[in-house]
């Protein structure tokens, strides 16, 4: 019997009974606590982290949101801690999943009540339904064949004869020909990798409008097998003009087959696992929005290396990578984001800050900031006690850096036009100034 938890991140989850179950406290089974804890053994061995083991029967979760679906049918739905009043869970689903669209870049058909009505299922369903609708549009616009060359022995003459073939007859099969012709068929490695999303998505959702469309599909398309091999079959998968209808399926494709996922999890489990690490899913969707913010004479470059910290022994070391870069001209803005709750009212404990980024900060400027001057970022969620950007931090004349919040409702931030010198779009620019009022 399938079994589903809603948690969000760093929540702590028991094989104990829990009185008063909640989004930081819940209890799972004994064979789901055993899956997670050698499933953490994995992302260990790897250098991260995706629980905290406190003693046998306690466990806390780390900064992944997402959905794991353990072999014994418990489904853990975890979501980003943000909200803390009103409906959490909702407000959650439809934070994560407009996270994920944006920072993985995926086409949507369309926002209305019934995208709305679905965030009230847990996200892998979320995704399946995109899925799909992307699937259900394609298939109605025709799906592509492809010709194909087939060698077999007929009774019948059909295409070519293959008289080399025909030659090495023995006597008592000559009335049997050789041949070679093409059949025009909808086997292709875009067909397949469909087909075996699809297949996934049936086994695994538990929405009835989900499961009644995945097996209509199925139907549709049970000429065609499901691919053998996931990593073969995208590379060979076409992007020309006459495969451009698929390409609004293509990424949902990829996210059920664990081929875009920051962090996927692969295995013996029943249904589909999605996780995302929090801090690289902000990294994200920051990035994405800048990119439509900044004026046109500016670039954004994501994870740059271009510099290192030292040289040692004719050599470079520590190479630096600020998560966000912008270049406009000559001047340039380093800007880093950070999945952290800062406190704007808590000065006494340094708002929540940690030393080690600005140590991190002090030496981007110095390695990507012309002489060493001019203005550094950190963006953080906003939340209702860190409502407006600090003041600014000054680590030597003309170096500055401004901690900033991010406001993940209205999708801008919360600063005046005055203390920041970014490159924004004007309307961008009026926005900040009347966030920062």
Known sequence: ??????????????????????????????????????????????????????????????????????????????????????????????????????????????????????FEAPLSEWVMRQFLEALDHLIKRGIRFDYQRIEEEQRFLRGQLNVVQQMRQPPSRQHHFQIRHDVFLPDRPENRLLKLALERVCAATQEPGNWRLAHELRGLLQEINASRDVSLDFKKWRNDRLMAHYQPVKPWCELILNEQMPMAVAGQARGISLLFPME????????????????????????????????????????LEPDLLIEGGKQRWVLDTK?????????????????????????????????????????????????????????????????????????MLVVGAEQTTLPLKAAALVGLKQGAA
């Open 1 to 118: 019997m399938s079994v589903s938890v809603t948690v969000r991140e760093y929540a702590r989850l028991t094989t104990d009974k829990v009185e008063s179950p909640s989004l930081d406290r819940a209890h799972i089974s004994a064979s789901a606590f055993d899956w997670l804890c050698t499933l953490n053994g994995s992302f260990t061995r790897k250098g991260a982290a995706l629980v905290e083991v406190e003693d046998r029967r306690w466990l806390k979760l780390d900064n992944y949101v997402g959905v794991l679906e353990t072999p014994c049918g418990t489904r853990l739905e975890i979501l980003p801690k943000h909200f803390e009043q009103g409906d959490c869970i909702r407000q959650s689903r439809a934070l994560l999943c407009r996270m994920i669209q944006a920072a993985l870049d995926l086409p949507t058909r369309n926002v209305g009540a019934t995208d709305l009505q679905l």
């Open 280 to 319: 690289k899913l902000f990294e994200r969707y920051v990035a994405a929005w800048l990119r439509k913010q900044i004026t046109a004479d500016a670039t954004l470059r994501t994870q740059a290396a271009s510099h290192y910290l030292c040289s040692h022994d004719g050599g470079r070391m520590f190479r």
């Open 339 to 411: 999945w952290k709750r800062l406190d704007a009212g808590a000065k006494s404990d340094k708002y929540g800050l940690s030393q080690s980024d600005f140590y991190q900060l002090f030496a981007y400027g110095h390695k990507y900031l012309e002489g060493g001057q001019g203005e550094l970022t950190l963006i953080y969620p906003r939340r209702a006690v860190f409502q407006e950007a600090l003041k600014p931090f000054e680590f030597a004349p003309g170096l500055t850096l401004n901690v900033i919040p991010f406001d993940l409702e209205e999708l």
